[in-house]
T-cell receptor, first 114, second 111 residues
Framework: KAGVTQTPRYLIKTRGQQVTLSCSPI?????VSWYQQTPGQGLQFLFE???????NKGNFPGRFSGRQFSNSRSEMNVSTLELGDSALYLC?????????????FGEGSRLTVL | EDKVVQSPLSLVVHEGDTVTLNCSYE??????LLWYKQEKKAPTFLFML????IEKKSGRLSSILDKKELFSILNITATQTGDSAVYLC???????????FGQGTELSVKP
């Protein structure tokens, strides 16, 4: 079956702009979580959605937001981009009923902020 | 603050060696510990551990959890160049996909 699909794979923005990233989970998976990966901080949890509801949120400023649609696809948005937002943004899906168990990661969206 | 620490941060070995990667954690609401392997792309799942003392095994890889001492180890025997990757340890806290990741151990296996 198809894996987790993230779009776009690469993008370049300038400071102050905003960006929207998309994630299509594996068919049947209802949980989608987002992570930011940087060389300095490693993988950091942004938020997780299950059945269109945000269940958990990490310690990121309000400029980072997300949503999940009824078909389980998810988007995350970053407004007023800063240089420090340059990172690989990974989306992961799981069945999500109780615990995440095995998370399936997409290949990520690499954001560069100039 | 919830914290996951991996050691060593990097390791260079030769094919055929056995390696042990360490992961210690301090979290408020432990649910499970997971190991992932990340090559150039997305992390791929290796193991999920929830109970102390029960070894999980997959081929040359094995892992065990000690919930009293708050650590886990990942062993790789008879290493191969294809084992070269970053190995990530993560702890699940709360319900709902929230994983706290360690910094990762970068393993390089030389022929």
């Amino acid at each position: 079956k198809a894996g987790v699909t993230q779009t776009p794979r690469y993008l370049i923005k300038t400071r102050g702009q905003q960006v929207t990233l998309s994630c299509s989970p594996i068919s049947g998976h209802r949980s989608v979580s987002w992570y930011q990966q940087t060389p300095g901080q490693g993988l950091q949890f942004l938020f997780e959605y299950f059945s269109e509801t945000q269940r958990n949120k990490g310690n990121f400023p309000g400029r980072f937001s997300g949503r999940q649609f009824s078909n389980s696809r998810s988007e995350m948005n970053v407004s007023t981009l800063e240089l420090g937002d340059s990172a690989l943004y990974l989306c992961a899906s799981s069945i999500g009923l109780v615990s995440p168990g095995e998370l399936f990661f997409g290949e990520g969206s690499r954001l560069t902020v100039l | 603050e919830d914290k996951v620490v991996q050691s060593p941060l990097s390791l260079v070995v030769h094919e055929g060696d056995t390696v042990t990667l360490n992961c210690s954690y301090e979290v408020t609401n432990f649910r499970s510990l997971l190991w992932y392997k990340q090559e150039k792309k997305a992390p791929t799942f290796l193991f999920m551990l929830t109970s102390s003392g029960i070894e999980k095994k997959s081929g040359r890889l094995s892992s065990i959890l000690d919930k009293k001492e708050l650590f886990s180890i990942l062993n790789i025997t008879a290493t191969q160049t294809g084992d070269s990757a970053v190995y990530l340890c993560a702890v699940e806290i709360n319900q709902g996909g929230k994983l706290i990741f360690g910094q990762g151990t970068e393993l390089s296996v030389k022929p």
